[in-house]
């Protein structure tokens, strides 16, 4: 009798663990199924030498700035999935062209040239001007006092190669010399085979916050006006439409703000 009674509560006991763990392996297979529903990562490619826009930390990978905070944000605001690429400034509209990316953020200056017809930019988030940054010991009066003997640099691709180019080809310097970071730019300034660098004004001033003891701006800005924004593929509305609601809530919360006293005070 005794047996009879162990065997049916061994039986009871296995058929018991069997039933936990089918239903185990249900709840399992249901957070498999969720997690195949997870947003998809949207690539924002980006040049990240742009400090305080968007830089990486010497030896560091990870990219930090302005625009990534804020892309983090409005990603938060819109159920959003963000993965950053650095790639050449000039790379990153082909980028999009080729669906290699989804978004730039990249300080990109939505009124320039003919990017606007090949990619849709968003909203504006930043406005700019150009500069002309010199070596402290410079007796340049301003920008309408560079002389044709002088060699100025900025980023190929970007608003002030375009300037610098343009000067050379006026014959109003002896040479433009076009970069792909601006990194590079500075350390030519610094070690005297360029007498200026043309840089976007926030980005020249954080260059200056550790180095005034040997460069300043000099002169009035370009007077350029630039917009930066993001931008998205032609055509991808839902996503731009996106990107615009999330960046207008962040400006109505504040925490636009607190990101520009974070980067830029
Ligand atoms: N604002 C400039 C442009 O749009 C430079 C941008 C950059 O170097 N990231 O070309």
Redo the contacts with the bound molecule.
Sequence with gaps: MKKKALALILAFAMICAFSLSACGGGSESESAEEGSEETAKLKVV??A??AP??FTEDGEEEIVGFDPDMMAAIAEDQGLELEWVNME?DSLIPALQSDQGDIIC?????L?GD?AEKVDFGDTYFE?D?MLLVTADSDLAGIDAVTSDMKLAS?I??????MVQAMKDEGKIADGVVLNQ?TDCYLQLQNGEVQGVI??KP?GEAYLNNHSDIAKFVGDSFGDH?E?AFAVQQGNTELLDKLNTGLANIKANGTYDELVDKWFS
């Design positions: 980006t040049e030498t742009f826009f968007e400034f990249a300080g990109m200056n939505k320039a990017r700019s150009l980023q691709g970007t608003t002030g190669g375009d601006w840089v976007d980005v630039e930066f």
